[in-house]
């Protein structure tokens, strides 16, 4: 049974409904004013549920920093947009939103051009992974005239493929942009990630004249060294080489690395780049050079802690090299012995079963 009540409160007109079962009374009141509630209207619900999904817009400033990046072709401040919209939005959709809109606007894109549009939003969207809406965009600025012969878009695209592991159009859009002469403070990148990717891929290794050549996948034969890492860092600075030469002991490069790498600076840092290179050296198979690099670095160590270091190296380099007894010998030739040094002489004659010297030089210790 529906019973309906119909009230006037402070001029408020009022509906309630109350439904009465066969062993309870529900009822339910619908907007609350003053002690009074009354339901809001479907309509009213509507409007919020589409307030609550309505797109944020970009902040302001975000706004005049768009307008600067797209007016810089070379996207200087393109990463400083994406980091700042991230920071303000904590998402970088209301800019490609922004991005959208203004792409759309003819007045707008009198302005801009459509292939800058383009390139911003790969370059917004490939830091985050979004490869696939990166590559919706690639497909659309490879139809526009801009994108011939252009060294820049050729960098980005080299970008994305190369984030996306399709190595072989990176490699193609890598070398494209050093070809048409993209501006010198990027060709070092570019040369670096070439040989990066190149040593990684399938080689083979084959000797010519007596010379290791390597011969990439694409047949071209890079003769004299092993890896194109090496090839690369051979015209670069101290610093790269060094550098790339971490990267080729890491790989297991131990000869190219030992050439390329030069011990740097002063104090603990020479200390510790000499032991990492006689290391790479007696891997390497340069034993006398390791030998003789690693016994400078047990002399010239200055802590207690870099010396024991030093000393367990080439303790180790001899007894895989059976030369203990020519590291003995340095022992005996070198007078005024710090104890660390000592220790591990004693530690060696007592290894070799020579425990009389080692006695002796016990009690001389006292």
Request: hydrophobic content about 45%; aromatic content about 6%; glycine content about 6%.
């Amino acid at each position: 049974m529906m019973l309906i009540a119909r009230k006037t409160y402070f001029g408020l007109f009022v509906v309630a409904f109350c439904c009465i079962g066969s062993s309870c009374l529900l009822g339910q009141t619908f907007i609350k004013l003053r002690g009074v509630t009354v339901a809001p209207s479907s309509a009213e619900e509507e409007v919020d549920s589409q307030d609550d999904d309505a797109p944020v817009g970009l902040d302001p400033k975000l706004k005049e920093a768009l307008e600067l990046a797209l007016l810089d072709a070379t996207g200087a401040k393109d990463e400083d947009l994406r980091l700042r919209t991230l920071a303000i939005h904590g998402s970088v959709e209301p800019l490609l939103a922004e991005i959208k809109r203004l792409s759309a606007d003819k007045i707008e894109m009198k302005k801009y051009s459509l292939a800058r549009f383009l390139v911003l939003q790969v370059r917004i969207l490939r830091p985050l992974g979004e490869l696939g809406r990166a590559m919706e965009c690639y497909q659309s600025l490879q139809k526009l005239p801009e994108a011939k012969d252009n060294a820049r878009l050729d960098l980005e695209i080299a970008r994305l493929f190369d984030a996306a592991g399709n190595l072989d159009q990176a490699l193609l859009h890598y070398g494209r942009a050093l070809q048409l002469g993209i501006q010198p403070d990027l060709q070092g990148f570019i040369q670096l990630r070439i040989a990066l990717i190149r040593a990684d891929r399938p080689a083979t290794q084959k000797v010519t004249n007596n010379a290791l050549a390597f011969v990439a996948d694409d047949g071209e034969p890079i003769i004299g060294v092993l890896d194109p890492l090496a090839a690369f860092a051979v015209k670069e600075d101290q610093v790269t080489k060094n550098r790339c030469a971490v990267v080729l002991a890491a790989r297991g490069r131990y000869a190219e690395a030992a050439s390329l790498f030069a011990p740097q600076g002063k104090g603990k840092q020479l200390i510790r780049d000499k032991i990492r290179l006689a290391e790479w050296q007696a891997a390497a198979g340069l034993v006398e050079a390791a030998e003789d690099l690693i016994w400078q670095a047990t002399r010239e160590a200055t802590s207690k802690r870099d010396r024991r270091y030093a000393l367990s190296i080439a303790i180790e380099i001899a007894r895989h090299n059976k030369s203990i007894e020519a590291l003995l010998s340095r022992f005996e030739s070198s007078p005024n012995l710090d104890a660390e040094s000592r220790a591990a002489w004693i530690d060696i004659l007592r290894d070799s079963s020579l425990f009389d010297r080692a006695l002796e030089l016990f009690h001389s210790a006292q």
